[in-house]
């Protein structure tokens, strides 16, 4: 099932195929895709897919009544990742998660082809169902921005502060979910691009690539004005790079937080 593309799954290709309460399988297209801040290859829209496909067996099991909001996102990702993405560029990344427990935890395994290439979970709060959701659209209405990450992204490179690599992001309606903010699995692509930026920064050589990614949702998170990702250093080195990344809201208050950890 495609999505309409003036939604967040939309427009970044996302299709579900398998939904229910024991398993769900969608994908994304994540060939091609660069780092807006460095150029280089990326594997963010993984969490874009994370965020859908293990959000998704968690809200399959909501009762009547609830909603559900990702609290943690996740993603551990294997060494040949990029390069298995690269090597069959129009072939989707496919998720399939399952849930672990009774409710509330999502468990997804990614792979391009046969290839398994990453592992992530997906933690939900249940909330009682909130007034005036934003209704989807139910035509392919909607069209494009543009086919770089960070057009589709609505984000762009803002001024390096110091230490910190920071990450602009824009207001755009279309990346928003249903309670009106940006969506979760947006705002985890926009960690992991300033975090891997953040530890390839110092160290010339082969680049680090990020192996985890590890998301705490904290509060909503609103675009425009001065909302920005941004990510600092724990530690570079020759073999291994962490960054302690962020998304700073609109009104000024850390809305997410993410440790990145890569290796050479």
């Known amino acids: ?29 994540a060939g091609g895709m660069a780092n807006p801040i460095t150029g280089a290859p990326t594997i963010a829209p993984l969490a874009m897919l994370v965020d859908h496909v293990g959000g998704l067996i968690n809200h399959r099991r909501r009762a009547p009544g609830e ?34 427990g009774h409710k509330g935890l999502g468990v997804c395994e990614l792979s391009v082809g046969t290839e398994v290439i990453a592992t992530a979970t997906v933690r ?19 069209s494009l921005p543009g086919t770089s990450l960070s057009d589709l992204m609505s984000v762009h490179v803002g001024e390096a502060g110091g230490t910190a690599t920071v990450l602009m ?5 279309v990346l928003n979910n249903g309670i009106g903010v940006v969506h979760g699995g ?6 992991e691009l300033v975090g891997s930026a953040e530890v390839n920064r110092a160290e010339p050589g082969a680049p680090l690539r990020t192996a985890s990614l590890r998301v705490n949702f904290l509060r909503p998170f609103h675009g425009g004005g001065e909302a920005h990702y ?29 440790r990145l950890t890569a290796y050479r």
């Open 1 to 29: 099932m495609p999505y309409p593309l003036n939604t967040p799954l939309g427009r970044f290709g996302i299709e579900t195929s398998e939904e229910g309460d024991e398993r769900c399988v969608a994908s994304i297209p």
């Open 67 to 100: 909603w559900t909001v990702s609290s943690e996102l996740s993603l551990e990702i294997g060494r040949d990742a990029l390069a298995a993405i690269a090597s069959a560029r129009d072939t989707p990344v496919v998720g399939v998660s399952r849930p672990l």
């Open 124 to 142: 939900s709060f249940y909330i009682t169902a909130p007034a005036g959701l934003t209704a989807r659209p139910d035509g392919p209405t909607g």
């Open 169 to 173: 992001q824009d207001v755009d309606p």
């Open 186 to 191: 947006v705002s985890s692509m926009g960690l």
């Open 230 to 258: 941004a990510a600092t250093p724990l530690h570079t080195g020759r073999s291994s790079g962490v960054a302690e990344t962020r998304a700073v809201g609109a009104d000024g208050r850390v809305a997410i937080v993410a």
